[in-house]
C-alpha cells in the first residue's frame, strides 16, 4: 500500500528551488473534484495537485546518486582545466611527485645507496653504443703557465647584493644565475633561464654544463667559465677582483620538505657569492632557498662544498678574459683543471681514506679522462663508506663509469635505486635506458629515452640514443 501525499503548485516550486527532484503522480481536477481539492466549491478556483508516493522512492534515490555522480564528474573535468594553468600547474606538479614518491617509499622502503655489485660481462657480441662524442674531452698536451704571483688580498671584499630572487621549486641553479647576471645590468629572471634549460617543472636538476650553455646562447655578451678543484683563495680572490662566484654545494632541506620518511635531507644547493670577511672567517652569499646576504663559516662552506668537487662558476665581459685567465692561473686551462683536482682528490683519499666524498671526487676526475676502471674503484668505495640518499640526483659519472666498463648489472641497480628515489631525472632514464640496450631490450630502452625526452625536451643525449637504434624522438 502507498504511502501519498498531496501538494500544491508552490510546494511544488518551492521544492525544487531548493535542488530537490522527485517523481510526481499528476492529477487534473474534474468537475465533481475528483482528483482533487476545491478551493471554494464545487467547479471553482481548484488547483492541480501532486501526489509524491513513496512508491517513487527508488526513482528519487537513483536521481540522487545520479546527480551526485555528475556534479562529481563536473568538479574532477574542472579540477583538471585548473591544473593546466601555468601557474597553478608550476605550484602543484612537483608536489604531486613529492606525494607520490614518499607513499611509494613507505609502501616499499628503498634504503641506503647500495653498494657495488659484481660485474656480470655482457658478451662481446652485443652491439656496443658509442656515446655522443661531446661526452668526455680530448687530451690534449697543453703547456702550464707559469704561476702568477698576487698581491696580498684586502682582509675584507663585499660587492653590492643583487636584488634577491627566492627561487622556485627546485630551480636554485637558474635563481643564482639570475642574481649573478642581474650584477651585471641584466634586468630577466629565473623564469627566463629555466624555461629553456629546466622547461618541465618536475625537473629536479640543472647541471653546471646547462647554466653555461643559457649564458653563452642568451646572454652573449657575457662570457662564462666553471671548474672544479676550487679552493678558498681562489674564491676570494675572484671577489676582491670584482666577479660574483656561483659555486655548487649541499644544504639541509627543512623537515617540511623531506620526500620520504626516512629522508636524510641532503641535497645540493647552488649558491652566489658575493663577499667575504677574513675577520670573521665568513663568506656572504645569496642563499635563494634562505635568504639574501647569508654568512657561511669558511670550514663549514668547505664540508658543504666538497661532495660536488668543489665545483665553481664565474661570469664575466669578453674584454676581461686576460683577467679572469691571471686569476685562475693553470686552472685557466680545463684539462689542467681536472689534473689538479684529480691530484688533489687523490691525496684527500690518503690524508682520510674513510672519506666518501674524497673517494667520489676521485671517480669523478678519473671519468673525465675515461679512465674508467679505476674510476669505477673509487666509486665502489664512496658507497661502500656511504653516500647521501639524493647523491644520483645530481651527479652521474658512476653511470658512465659503469657502461664504459660494461658493468651492466650494477648500473641497472644504481640507475634502478636513483629512480626510486627521483623519478623526475632525465640522466637516470637515459642512462637506465643504456643499460637495458645492452641486455638486448632495445624496447625498453627507447620508452627510457622517450621518457628521459619528457623531462627534458630537447635533451641531446637522448635523442641520440634514438636516432644510434634509428627511431625518431
Request: glycine share 8%; proline share 7%.
Amino acid at each position: 500500500m502507498s504511502d501519498c501525499r498531496t501538494v500544491s503548485w508552490s510546494r511544488l516550486l518551492s521544492v525544487v528551488k531548493n535542488g530537490m527532484i522527485f517523481g510526481v503522480d499528476e492529477t487534473v481536477e474534474t468537475e465533481s473534484g475528483v482528483g482533487g481539492v476545491c478551493g471554494g466549491g464545487r467547479g471553482k478556483g481548484c488547483q492541480k495537485l501532486f501526489n509524491f508516493c513513496s512508491s517513487n522512492s527508488g526513482t528519487l534515490s537513483r536521481m540522487k546518486k545520479r546527480r551526485l555522480l555528475f556534479v562529481s564528474a563536473g568538479l574532477f573535468l574542472l579540477a583538471i582545466l585548473i591544473y593546466q594553468l601555468p601557474a597553478v600547474n608550476s605550484r602543484l606538479s612537483w608536489r604531486i611527485e613529492v606525494a607520490r614518491t614518499y607513499i611509494k617509499n613507505v609502501l616499499n622502503p628503498v634504503g641506503d645507496v647500495p653498494t657495488a655489485i659484481p660485474n656480470t660481462p655482457i658478451p662481446t657480441s652485443q652491439v656496443t653504443a658509442t656515446l655522443p662524442p661531446t661526452s668526455t674531452p680530448e687530451t690534449v698536451e697543453t703547456p702550464i703557465p707559469p704561476t702568477p704571483t698576487f698581491p696580498p688580498l684586502p682582509a675584507q671584499t663585499m660587492l653590492p647584493s643583487p636584488p634577491y630572487e627566492k627561487q622556485t621549486a627546485n630551480n636554485c641553479g637558474p635563481a643564482a644565475l639570475s642574481m649573478m647576471l642581474h650584477m651585471f645590468g641584466w634586468t630577466g629572471s629565473q623564469k627566463d633561464i629555466s624555461d629553456v634549460i629546466k622547461p618541465v617543472n618536475g625537473d629536479r636538476n640543472v647541471n653546471p654544463e646547462e647554466m653555461a650553455f643559457w649564458v653563452r646562447n642568451y646572454a652573449g655578451w657575457l662570457a662564462i667559465e666553471y671548474r672544479v678543484g676550487g679552493d678558498i683563495e681562489t674564491l676570494k680572490r675572484l671577489i676582491a677582483a670584482n666577479y660574483p662566484v656561483i659555486i655548487e654545494g649541499t644544504t639541509s632541506l627543512n623537515p617540511d620538505d623531506t620526500g620520504w620518511p626516512d629522508d636524510d635531507l641532503w641535497a645540493a644547493h647552488y649558491l652566489l657569492l658575493t663577499g667575504y670577511d677574513d675577520a670573521t672567517q665568513t663568506f656572504t652569499v645569496q642563499d635563494t632557498y634562505r635568504g639574501p646576504d647569508k654568512t657561511i663559516p669558511y670550514g663549514q662552506f668547505e664540508t658543504e662544498w666538497k661532495p660536488f668537487n668543489y665545483l665553481y662558476m664565474v661570469a664575466y665581459l669578453p674584454q676581461q678574459e686576460q683577467t679572469i685567465r691571471n686569476i685562475l692561473g693553470s686552472n685557466w686551462d680545463a684539462t689542467l683543471n681536472r689534473q689538479n683536482a684529480l691530484d688533489s682528490a687523490q691525496a684527500a683519499t690518503v690524508n682520510d681514506p674513510t672519506d666518501a666524498f674524497a673517494w667520489f671526487n676521485l671517480g669523478s676526475n678519473l671519468v673525465y679522462f675515461e679512465r674508467y676502471a679505476e674510476a669505477n674503484e673509487a666509486y665502489d668505495k664512496a658507497r661502500e663508506l656511504g653516500l647521501p640518499q639524493r647523491m644520483f640526483r645530481y651527479q652521474f659519472g658512476p653511470f658512465l663509469a659503469n657502461f664504459h666498463a660494461n658493468r651492466i648489472d650494477d648500473l641497472l641497480a644504481l640507475t634502478e635505486y636513483a629512480l626510486r628515489r627521483t623519478e623526475m631525472s632525465e640522466e637516470t632514464w637515459l642512462w637506465h635506458g643504456w643499460a637495458l640496450y645492452r641486455q638486448g631490450d632495445t624496447k625498453g630502452a627507447v620508452e627510457n629515452w622517450r621518457k628521459a625526452l619528457s623531462i627534458r625536451p630537447g635533451y641531446e643525449d637522448a635523442i641520440y640514443a634514438l636516432n644510434f637504434v634509428g627511431v625518431q624522438p
